[in-house]
């Protein structure tokens, strides 16, 4: 019963004798407010409202706390807010439970290649075979080459785009939009690291297909061999490439023989593995961290940010990024071939 502020005039007429319609109707209060009040009256002997004791009932629970867990082995990607929806209690005791009595803390989603079984497999053996072919060759003598397409437009951080507006105001024009155009203007890298150097970037345009023609000449010959004849001056090195098709090529490949003899071929290089390039794993990372959070007016200012940003790579940097590459092939090798960056 909530605590009404006629009890003291309910009792006070009702001890003078008058009934409980006549005291409502002098009082202009409902009557079972009175009787309420009455019948307190009646078994404590006066109409002081009764406190309750000890500490209020927590939902916290043995059972709670079960249904919560049980829950959570079935989904651990389940939603706190959907968890605390579905229960009737507050979010923040679903989050107190979670965190202080399951001793469970939000973590992440790993980003990674999707593998099947059969990847896994070619992976295992093909990393074992690197192994050994490192035992014989050295890992910084490898050119660790790769592509990427780069847009003149940043792709927006939504977590990190903010505003500070008033709740009236967040409905009005000074609410800003992040966009990107649908097909912003783009250009394709291709390059090169080894643990002492680093390739030129080589530029190719958006309407230039990338295929065998184009990538022998402009890649290949015009742009690697130069640099590698400077680079190694007749010393010995080790060309990897991912297979796309233009790489793997009858033509490509006769090319390959002849001026980049030891090139790591489709028996040792295993497809699907970005996390064993440290194009892939690094340095294209980098890159992008550089240039983060930059529009660029045109693809040549593009280009030159990123020429800008490729001198800035360090020998340290290089040095430290090609040597991770035998650990990772050793982590992959543990991990049976799967996603092994939680090994490392």
């Known amino acids: 019963m909530k605590s009404s502020p006629h009890r003291p005039s309910i009792e006070l007429l009702f001890k003078r004798g008058l009934g409980s319609a006549e005291i409502a109707r002098r009082l202009q209060i409902s009557s079972s407010t009175v009787r309420n009040v009455v019948a307190a009256i009646k078994k404590r002997g006066d109409a002081s409202e009764v406190k309750k004791s000890g500490r209020p009932r927590s939902v916290n629970t043995r059972n709670t706390r079960a249904i919560i867990k049980k829950r959570i082995i079935r989904s651990d990607g389940l939603s ?91 409905m009005s024009p000074k609410r800003r939009l992040a966009h990107n155009r649908l097909f912003p203007k783009s250009v394709m890298v291709w390059a090169g690291i080894t643990a002492t150097g680093k390739t030129p970037l080589v530029f190719i345009e958006r309407n230039v297909k990338i295929n065998s023609e184009v990538y022998q000449k402009i890649v290949l010959m015009d742009n690697l061999l130069p640099w590698v004849t400077q680079h190694f001056a007749g010393g010995p090195f080790i060309l990897q490439q991912d297979w796309a098709p233009s790489h793997g090529s009858r033509s490509t490949l006769a090319v390959l023989e002849a001026h980049f003899p030891g090139f790591l071929d489709k028996n040792l290089w295993p497809a699907s593995s970005p996390d064993l390039n440290p194009m892939d794993f690094s340095v294209w990372g980098m890159l992008e961290g550089k240039i983060a959070g930059k529009v660029f007016a045109t693809v040549d200012d593009l280009k030159a940010a990123l020429e800008v940003a490729w001198a800035s790579i360090d020998d340290g940097y290089l040095r430290r990024t090609v040597n991770s590459v035998k650990k990772r092939l050793r982590a992959c090798v543990k991990a049976r071939g799967s996603n092994f960056e939680i090994l490392l």
């Open 80 to 170: 706190l807010n959907r968890m605390a929806s579905q229960l009737g209690i507050a979010r923040s005791t679903v989050q107190s439970i979670v965190k202080n009595d399951l001793k469970l803390k939000s973590y992440k989603l790993r980003r990674g290649q999707y593998l099947s079984d059969k990847s896994k497999a070619m992976r295992l053996e093909k990393c074992r075979k690197l192994l050994q072919h490192f035992q014989v060759r050295r890992v910084s003598d490898v050119i660790w080459t790769d592509e990427k397409i780069f847009t003149i437009e940043p792709l927006p951080n939504r977590q990190n785009q903010r505003q500070l507006l008033s709740k009236d105001d967040s």
